[in-house]
């Protein structure tokens, strides 16, 4: 500890993841849309794209026919699907070997990806772990030392687990005493897991074997002989990448037994939609359940006394109301601390005394922090003081109080940029954060608690020189007169002339907050010229659960309207102009910009959905996308229905529309947002497109939704993208 609670912004939709009434705004839309136009009314395209046979699939949705005539593209490995990804691969792979700029973009983008960097070290045990990447390592590799100071030595290096480094650490855990190491690995970029146990001293993995782990990490009890875990049932070989995931299970394992020995903590056949994140309180006295249903900010809240031993405590429900978001920060004894937003919409840090029979009722709750006029995202209580960070117009803000809740002094960041970390022990002295921005690549600093001075530990050296940029900070006004906050980045003295080469990235969604990140791809993106937009829409955390809810379910058309006013903005201001301006956006970002070219296709040159949500009507019917009702709603509701018709990326195609140059891109195997919906989508914008501007669809293999990618693959990536951003807008690199 302290545990976070894990919300579905982070399970379902995000890498690096409510509800109220509205009437759909008017707009231009056909209630049978089918998701492309009959094969009769096909418009003549300027490519020979490879035939999508159509179906004869209808459904009917409250009296409403909708038309699905590519539904075969759901199945990722139907010999038909097959032969279509391997058609359209060759057809996207010809178009972007032919742009001559693609492969000076790709040395710039290796070059810069080529540097030192680390992640924020461990202490447990008195050892220090950390990870490190000497720059193109496909993977970070895992070191552990005696000292801060001491030499380290390798613990653990994914790169030896594949040859093409598509095998990945998808988390880790140290027990208490530092000997020894859980770990999980991803394959292939899929969420499920196989966790392992190594010894520090060693090196050397034990016999245990636990699988089916997905959306968990693993707790060691204090004694370090076992570790908490949540898994599934195993699914059917044919449907492990597509299956729902439902009724999730949390047990302990203790070492030195299989698998099927392991003891159940906690099940419930009635709520196959509950998951469970079990944490074990820094004293060992706890283990803490955060229990969720989907990626609605509410959350139950559980706990075991682990006194007695691990499965003869009771399982006592703590706070099982689901009326707010709890987050576990840390206890005194029976007294627990949360990060909760039950009657704060942007956050407040509570005390809870566990022992009192009103303990569920907040009219017993002592609040140590009140509700700021920022937004709290993140707490931590270490070396006597609790650490929150909170979000100002989007960017980090860090406050330090004592328990008592009085204000200490707030920690002086370098700029507008992101600051997490700072975990550690009560009896911590000190505590390490890292500090980054869209121009300053992730530095790691050390802080004196007492003192409150910060010092840096590790600071990368990247081939650039940020002082050649720059990053500003402005609102622009949605369609029903929000004010939207966007930051931009590029290079200093750019005239504002409308013809700046502007990629305008966006999210909305599942409370997620984008905040000021460096990333090697924007990097070389503004080298190139181009400017960087980063949009903070509705649906996202920035501003608390009210941002949230006012872009979910029947207000989720405010997401797309606030993305369309600030690509009206960026023209307005005379940024850019339609025949400059991108947009991208990935998962839930990916259903944005799809809902945005369907929209407003004339707004932009070109876009870049990446792994997206396009089946509005069908996301909840595979794996982990029920989770996202809470956000999206459902089909299955006749009012919702309507809302997911009306803007839908894959039912608003329009046979005769002129759209965006549009590079899709997904992996065959993706199972967090199956490749289904970008492989329909695909082929029904290609059977509407009138225009001469491309759509094609980029199909990664042996890859998933985007986390542990080798870095060999990311750049790839990257080059093709913006190779292809580079030939839509016209732009000069080199």
């Known amino acids: 500890m302290p545990t976070r609670t894990l919300t579905f912004a982070a399970l379902c939709l995000l890498l690096a993841c409510r509800p109220g009434a509205m009437t759909m705004p008017d707009r231009p839309h056909n209630e049978g849309a089918t998701g492309a136009p009959a094969a009769s009314e096909a418009p003549k395209s300027a490519f020979a794209y490879p035939v999508s046979k159509r179906g004869e699939v209808v459904d009917d949705y409250h009296g409403t026919k909708v038309a699905d005539p590519y539904r075969w593209l759901e199945e990722p490995d139907a010999p038909d699907t097959r032969t279509w990804i391997e058609a359209q691969n060759k057809l996207t792979f010809d178009y972007l070997g032919g742009i001559a700029e693609r492969e000076l ?57 594949s040859a093409d480094g598509t095998v990945a650490l998808s988390g880790g855990a140290y027990s208490d005493d530092g000997k020894l190491y859980a770990y999980g690995l991803a394959s292939a970029g899929s969420d499920w897991q196989e966790w392992r146990v190594r010894e520090v001293a060693t090196g050397k993995d034990l016999p245990d074997l636990v699988k089916w782990v997905k959306f968990s990490g693993a707790s060691w009890t204090r004694d370090g002989k076992g570790f908490f875990y949540s898994r599934y049932d195993e699914p059917s070989a044919d449907k492990a990448l597509q299956a729902k995931n439902e009724f999730q299970k949390l047990y302990y394992h203790r070492l030195g037994t299989t698998q099927a020995e392991d003891l159940l903590i906690y099940e419930r056949k009635d709520k196959p939609k509950w998951g469970y994140n079990g944490g074990v309180s820094d004293d060992g006295r706890y283990l803490v359940i955060s229990v969720w249903e989907g990626s609605a900010d509410k959350n139950a809240v559980f706990h075991v006394d682990l ?32 990060m909760a937003n039950t009657g704060a919409p942007r956050g407040k840090v509570i005390a809870i005394d566990t022992r009192k029979p009103d303990a569920a009722d907040p009219a017993s709750w002592k609040t140590l922090v009140p509700e700021a006029a920022e937004t709290l995202r993140g707490v931590s209580l270490v070396g006597g003081r609790l650490f929150a960070n909170y979000l100002k117009d989007a960017h980090s803000q860090v406050k330090v109080f004592k328990l008592d809740g009085k204000l200490e002094r707030e920690l002086a960041l370098p700029g507008i940029g992101s600051a997490n970390g700072f975990g550690g022990k009560k009896k911590d002295k000190d505590l390490f954060y890292a500090y980054t921005s869209f121009t300053s690549p992730s530095t790691i600093y050390r802080l004196d608690i007492a003192s409150g001075k910060s010092e840096v530990y590790r600071q990368p050296k990247v081939d650039f020189d940020p002082t050649q940029y720059e ?28 013809n700046n080469p502007t990629y305008l990235y966006g999210y909305g969604g599942f409370n997620a907050a984008i905040t000021p990140y460096f990333s090697v791809a924007d990097l070389t993106w503004m080298e190139m010229g181009g400017v960087l937009a980063v949009a903070n829409l509705r649906g996202g955390g920035e501003y608390g659960e009210a941002w949230h809810e006012a872009g979910t379910k029947l207000r989720k058309q405010n997401v797309f309207d606030d993305f369309i006013a600030a690509a009206e903005f960026l023209i307005a201001d005379k940024i850019t102009s339609p025949s400059k301006l991108a947009i991208g956006g990935r998962s839930n970002g990916g259903l944005l910009v799809g809902a945005a070219l369907t929209q407003r296709p004339e707004l932009f040159a070109a876009a870049l959905p990446g792994v997206g949500v396009m089946d509005m009507l069908r996301f909840h019917k595979f794996t982990i996308g029920w989770a996202w009702v809470p956000d999206y709603g459902s089909a299955e509701d006749p009012e919702q229905f309507k809302a997911l018709h009306a803007y839908s990326p894959l039912h608003n195609l ?15 195997h993706d199972d967090r947002v199956v490749p289904g919906h970008s492989f329909k989508f695909t082929a029904a914008m290609q059977a509407a497109q009138a225009g001469d501007s491309p759509v094609l669809i980029r199909i990664d293999v042996k ?29 000069k690199v080199g």
């Open 703 to 731: 890859a998933g939704h985007g986390a542990g990618k080798p870095t060999t693959k990311v750049i790839e990536e990257w080059a093709d993208l913006w190779g292809f951003l580079v030939k839509s807008l016209g732009m």
């Open 105 to 161: 973009i790709k040395a710039r983008l290796t070059k810069l990806w080529n540097y030192e960097r680390y992640g924020l070290p461990v202490r447990e045990g008195g050892r220090v772990f950390f990870s490190k990447n000497d720059g193109l390592q496909n993977q970070s590799v895992i070191y552990t030392a005696d000292s801060l100071k001491g030499e380290p030595r390798v613990l653990l290096d994914p790169n030896t687990l």
């Open 654 to 668: 329009k046979a005769g529309t002129k759209y965006p140059a549009t590079l899709v891109y997904t992996a065959d």
């Open 471 to 498: 990053t500003s900070q402005v609102f622009f006004t949605s369609k029903d007169g929000t004010k939207v906050p966007m930051f931009l980045a590029h290079k200093k003295g750019i005239a504002k002339d409308g």
């Open 307 to 338: 006194k007695p031993g691990v499965g003869k405590g009771k399982v006592v429900e703590l706070l099982p109301k689901f009326d707010g978001q709890y987050s576990f920060i840390d206890n005194d004894g029976p007294v627990f601390y949360f």
